[in-house]
């Protein structure tokens, strides 16, 4: 056990005289007179009943005692100020909440959950989520996943399950979603029952990118059908400049069923009749279950189960 009377200041003297070699110049460096320092070092030895340095012709050099101090308290001390550090982190990270959004919830469901949640910090008397900020970030399963690993995340939501990289992650399902085929209104196609692969093969297609989940199911797809795609390819996980482009073109757009149901509701596009898959995908949340949750995490992981709930 550490003895009681050896305190902090004391270690900082010690370790602040072993690496100046000069009783002055680490007095000045911790802003103490050189009597105070030479009064810590004393009290320092007086406890351990040791020298920790000899005087020499170049200013003062450690002991034998002094260096296996030295091999022990440099590490201990950089410990200590490590531990401090990531409180610091810990805090500045209380005031953040980390999300990465796939594509398959960027239209409704992500949007909403963080509406509701903020409402609840605010109105809840506490004002408990009221200073906590959302960064959110897109791209890719692979991208997300492997960032939520590294900690740099706090959730991944969206259709995620056929990724690899979820291996270890704690995945939370919350409901299935299916991709769909939709072109604009008025599209040749539009209305077509029934309708055939090789009919698409002489329209551009909008489609996800390689290597993204969403491009498997629809390469199981293709060899379903035994179809091949076209050359004219838009590949974008942008849903913005997927629908843009597909509501003026004659561009089959492979999309997410929440990204668009709004706009095939109004008449604005057009599900095509051929179904690239019945049930869907399972679209949820997923977390890294070494890191440590937050209660506005927690918050907000509920919030997205009462939304899907609705």
Request: hydrophobic share 45%; proline share 4%; glycine share 8%.
């Amino acid at each position: 056990m550490l003895n009681a009377r050896i305190k902090l200041r004391h270690l900082q003297a010690f370790l602040e005289v072993a690496r100046q070699r000069s009783f002055a110049r680490a007095a000045e460096r911790l802003s103490i007179t050189q009597p105070g320092m030479s009064k810590a070092i004393r009290e320092l030895e007086d406890i351990l009943g040791t020298s920790l340095f000899e005087r020499t012709a170049r200013g003062v050099a450690l002991t034998q005692a002094g260096l296996t101090l030295l091999r022990h308290a440099g590490p201990a001390m950089r410990a200590l100020e490590e531990g401090v550090g990531a409180l610091g982190e810990v805090e500045r990270h209380a005031r953040w909440l980390r999300v990465g959004a796939l594509s398959t919830v960027e239209s409704r469901l992500l949007p909403e959950a963080l509406r509701r949640w903020h409402a609840k910090g605010s109105e809840d008397g506490q004002g408990r989520f009221a200073e906590v900020g959302v960064n959110v970030v897109t791209g890719s399963s692979a991208f997300l996943l492997s960032r939520l690993r590294r900690g740099d995340l706090d959730v991944v939501v969206g259709r995620m399950t056929e990724a690899r990289e979820i291996q270890d992650l704690a995945f939370e399902h919350l409901y299935y979603e299916r991709l769909l085929l939709v072109v604009r209104a008025g599209h040749p196609l539009a209305g077509v029952s029934p309708l055939v692969a090789e009919d698409l093969s002489v329209y551009p297609w909008v489609v996800p990118p390689p290597q993204t989940t969403l491009r498997q199911q629809l390469d199981s797809f293709c060899v379903r059908q035994a179809m091949t795609l076209p050359s004219r390819l838009l590949e974008t996980l942008s849903l913005s400049i997927s629908r843009g482009y597909t509501q003026g073109s004659d561009a089959i757009w492979v999309a997410p069923e929440e990204a668009v149901a709004e706009a095939v509701g109004r008449g604005e596009l057009c599900e095509l009749d051929l179904a690239i898959e019945q049930q869907g995908g399972s679209v949820g949340l997923c977390r890294n279950a070494s890191l440590q949750s937050s209660l506005a995490l927690e918050a907000f992981c509920e919030t997205l189960r009462e939304v899907t709930a609705d």
